[in-house]
Structure formats: C-alpha cells, structure tokens
C-alpha cells in the first residue's frame, strides 16, 4: 500500500518547513548558545528516532487493533472536516479498513510506519534563532504600540519596556532556576488560564535571560498565519486535540520524551487546557510530565553503560496570576454549560477576536502588574525538592540519589507501571506548589467577597440558580469594605504561614480603592457589567463572571470565611469537587 502524495497548501508549507540557517550564521554559534538554537540541525533525527520508537512499541499482539482503532477513528474525523486533510487522506483510512484483515504481518508492519511517521513530522516544531532574535526585540514593542500608541511615536524604547516589565511581574525562585537550567533540564509547568499564558512564559524567560523552552500547543491556534509563524519557529510542537488514536497520543508521548532525553528545555501544562471555571488545577493531565520519569529511567540506563551520572531533570511549577483574563466570558460560559470536556477545544472565544485584544491591552495599561508569574521551588521528577546545586532532598534535608528510584537489583530499569505512580505522585505534589505559589489579585479578592454574599442571600440555591440572580442582590457599601478588611486581614495571615501570595496593590489599596480598582478593570474590557455602585449600594449584575474571578479563592475560601459566611464558604469550597 502506497502512502498518500501529500497536497498540503503552499502557505502551510512555508508555516511548517524547517528554516535552514545559511552557514554563515551557524559559524557564529557558540558553546554557550541554548541547547534549542540547534534543534533544526537534528530535527530529523528526532522525528526519526520518534518514529522508530512508536513502530517498536506497536509490533506484536496489538498491531492489527491499533491500526484498527486509527483508522476508525480518523475517517469519523474526517468525514466531518469535509476539508483538504479530509480529501488527502480519507482515501487512505478507508483502504486500511477494508484490507487490514488480510494484510500479512509484514504489511502491517508497513502501514504502521506510513501512520506513525506522518504523525511525527507533523507535530515536530522548529526553531529559528533569528526569529527569536526578532521576536525578543519587535513584538513586546508592538503589543505595547496597540496599549499605547501616542507614545510609541514618543519613545518606543519606553513603551518596549512598559509592554513588559509594567504588566507582566515577575517573583519567585528565579536565581535557583538561572543554576539549574545550567546544571540540567528543567521543564517549565505552569497553571493555564488563557491561551496568552505560553507568551507570558516565553517573555519572562527572555527577561530573564533563560533559555527558551519548546512546547506543546494546540493546533487550533496555528490557524491564524502569523501567530503560527512565530509559534513554529519558536519551539511549539503542535498537539492536535481532534485525533483521538491510541498510536497518536503514543506520538505525542514519544516525542516529549525524546526532547527531554535530548536535553531541550521544556514547557508542559499539566492541566492540560485552559481551566474553564477559573480554578486552581486540582486535577492533572500527566501524559505528557509522565514522559520526564521515562526519559530520567532511559537516561540513567545509557549514563550507566558509560559510567556517568544522568543529565537532572526538574521541574518547575510556575502560577500565571491575572487581573483580568481575556476569555473569561467564554470560559465560565463553558464551565457553566458543562461542556468544558465535550468541547475542549473552544475555537471562537475572544482569543480569536482581534477587537477584544486591543480593548484587553488597553486595559491593561492602567493596571500595573497585571499578571504576576510566580515560579516555585524546582522538585525532581518523584517530587522531591532539590536546592540550587540539583541534588534531590528527602522531607528531612538529606541529600538523596533519584537514580534510586528507577533502579532495580542495582540497575537502572524502564518499568511503566513503576513509573505511573511517581507520576501519580508528581502530580499531587504539583497541586500543592499550585496552591502555596498563588499569588491572589484585587479582582479575584473583590469577586470572592462579593460572591460569598450572594451564596449567603441565597441558601439552598443551587450555583446555576445563584448565577441568574442578576441585579437581585445588594449589599450596603460600608457593609462590604467591613467584609473586605477583615477578609483580607485573614489572608495575610495565611500568607505570612507560607500558604499563599498577595499581590501588592492588596497590600497598599483601601478596601475602597481596592473595589473601585476591580470595577475598573471589568468595566473597561468585559461586555457585561459584573458590579456597580449605586446610592451607596453594592449591585452585583453578573454572578457568573463574579464566579470565575473568585474561584481562584476556592481552596482557601474555609480559612478565611468570617462569622456569618461559613455556611457560605463551605458551599464555595466544595466548588473544587466539580472540576
């Protein structure tokens, strides 16, 4: 059986085939230039070995019903898309199909290989340093331009710097990610709220002076010409959601580990998609930070034929903390319908809307810090801690070796089930950092008080009949900044044990600025007024979004309830058991 001629589009070709640096820019690299500047070099190799490693893991009992399972699954995919994929490869499936009861083994064998290695071209990425060159020194000016275009003509250099030290904070354990990064691999895995979360990322570390990260991202935003160009070039590996084969997501897994075996700096986030209710990730996707204990075991098993210790790998969980979220409307939309899994690819959300990014920048810029990343203590690959030289500490400060971990009668092993469960426990030591490392904004803090108003006006409401009692409750003015206080109050308690973060306009605005600062920010971009202030009266307009913006309070709602809101905030803690 012959593989399908590929008819892909001209633009598609340009977005996707790898930049080949002349020679005279590949003379100028040097030793200390990050491990991604040469990743187009061995791209190749990397989809090579990707795929050799898919077919080895597929020969054998399962072969005819993975193959199976693709092709079933893909013409139902197709058959819907009705597009230029549809019409390239349909034909294909549909023969697969009708001939893989017959097929020898060897002809098995033969389409598995025309399956798997299509797949892994087309989620390799590139990298171009002279794209990332460009983009560090153009694209923050240019999103500043459209926040503030009269000075723009001022002073560019200024509004370079606004568009990204202004709005975005930076804080954390950044010098211990600075040693780290130049002692081993460090995966990146932040909280996910807004498809700007990657370019939040990839400018702090470009602030920083980090090495840049590849990442997995979904195909649904390499739509969009430009945005693709840069993504692709820029080491974002696509993830397409739509395929639904056991052998893709085996692609996918491949893929990751290979890059992190290789070395490559990497971003994952474990929640997998843009959390649509607004909450802390309490629940993780770890197909992909699963990938990290396999590549750890594959290279401690090579380092010990050569008498080496392994390349470290660690972790770094980061929480993006915003003031505002560009698709919050959609998201808690979403959230509310429950069609967040149904859907999980939302494809028209303001994201996608070029008016809603100018009025979302716009602003922005009269809201300083407003997005705060925080990056966390890094932790090994099991969950343990590590310090500033890479070495893995047990609970008790003792310097451990991880290469325990994967070892069995003294060797180093691949053991799958054995690594699911540090996985397992991987995750759950990432919630715990999620939640220790948030940093707590004025929007979310104003939505939380008055959102537990409205649950206490209304018990035994149901949320979904809470979040249409719009313009329905009040709350007297002087009554709420009493609320606030003391709510705040019992924050900085917290955040003083080391449970949580504030930012600094919570530590400086009144209770009265600090409303006016929310009201603000939602009026300026949202299309639906959240609250107002009226003859000294609070009205709270839209539940659902007050919603959304509290719920990043929800872990801590019981700890910082007052007298009168327990009741509430027991309802609004048990928000966590829905996601």
Not at 105 to 122: C, N, W, Y
Not at 355 to 371: I, K, N, P, Q, V
Not at 538 to 543: K, N, Q, S, T
């Amino acid at each position: 059986m012959s593989q399908p001629a590929p008819k892909s589009s001209r633009i598609r070709d340009l977005l996707t085939k790898p930049i080949r640096l002349p020679q005279w820019f590949a003379s100028r690299r040097s030793a200390t230039d990050p491990r991604v500047f040469s990743f187009n070099d061995e791209r190749d190799s990397v989809v090579n070995e990707v795929s050799a490693r898919v077919v080895a893991q597929c020969l054998g009992p399962r072969l005819e019903f993975l193959i199976n399972d693709s092709a079933h699954r893909e013409i139902e995919r197709l058959e819907k898309q009705k597009d230029d994929e549809a019409r390239e490869w349909l034909g294909f499936w549909r023969t697969v199909v009708r001939k893989l009861a017959r097929m020898t083994e060897t002809e098995r064998h033969e389409v598995l290989r025309q399956i798997v290695e299509p797949m892994a071209r087309d989620v390799a990425g590139n990298f171009d340093p002279r794209v990332y060159s460009f983009a560090q020194k153009v694209i923050p000016g240019l999103i500043a331009g459209v926040m503030n275009p009269k000075q723009l003509m001022v002073d560019a250099a200024s509004v370079r710097k606004l568009g990204a030290e202004r709005l975005v904070s930076l804080t954390g354990h950044l010098d211990e990610m600075h040693a780290l990064a130049q002692i081993g691999t460090v995966i990146v895995v932040p909280t996910h709220s807004s498809n700007l979360d990657s370019l939040a990322i990839g400018e702090s570390l470009a602030r920083e002076n980090l090495p840049p990260v590849v990442y997995g991202a979904g195909k649904n935003l390499f739509t969009n010409p430009i945005i693709s160009f840069f993504m692709h070039n820029l080491g974002a590996y696509r993830i397409d959601r739509r395929i639904k084969s056991q052998i893709y997501k085996q692609v996918l897994k491949t893929y990751s580990c290979v890059m992190i075996e290789r070395g490559y700096h990497s971003l994952f986030f474990p929640g997998g998609t843009r959390s649509r209710s607004g909450m802390l990730e309490g629940r993780l996707k770890l197909g992909l930070a699963g990938t990290a204990v396999e590549a750890y075991a594959r290279n401690a098993i090579r380092a010990k034929s050569r008498g080496e210790a392994p390349r470290p790998i660690f972790f770094v969980p980061v929480t993006i903390n915003y003031a505002l979220v560009l698709e919050a409307e959609s998201l808690v939309e979403d959230y509310l319908k429950e069609k967040g899994q149904a859907r999980y690819i939302i494809e028209d959300d303001e994201f996608s809307q070029l008016d809603r990014w100018l009025a979302f920048f716009r602003r922005l810029t009269s809201y300083g810090a407003a997005c705060v990343l925080r990056y966390g203590p890094a932790i090994d690959p099991f969950g343990n801690r590590v310090d500033a030289q890479g070495r893995s500490l047990a609970p008790d400060g003792r310097v451990i070796d991880p290469v325990s971990y994967v070892t069995h009668r003294g060797e180093p092993v691949l053991d799958p089930a054995r690594d699911a469960a540090y996985t397992r426990d991987l995750g759950r030591e990432l919630v715990e950092h999620y939640r220790r490392e948030t940093v707590i904004m004025t929007t979310q803090l104003v939505a939380h008080v008055l959102f537990r108003k409205l649950v206490r006006e209304t018990p035994g409401v149901d949320l979904f009949g809470r979040v249409r009692r719009r313009g329905e409750i009040t709350w007297d003015h002087a009554e709420y900044v009493t609320c606030y206080r003391e709510t705040l109050g019992r924050l900085r308690a917290l955040q003083e044990q080391g449970e949580v973060h504030l930012n600094s306009y919570l530590e400086t605005d009144s209770a009265e600025r600090s409303l006016e600062r929310a009201l603000e920010a939602w009026d300026g971009y949202h299309t639906r007024t959240m609250a107002r202030v009226a003859d000294g009266q609070i009205v709270i307009e839209d539940p659902a979004l007050l919603l959304y913006y509290q719920n990043r309070l929800v872990p801590f709602a019981e700890r910082i309830a007052g007298e009168g809101d327990e009741r509430a905030a027991i309802e609004i803690a048990a928000l966590a058991g829905g996601q």
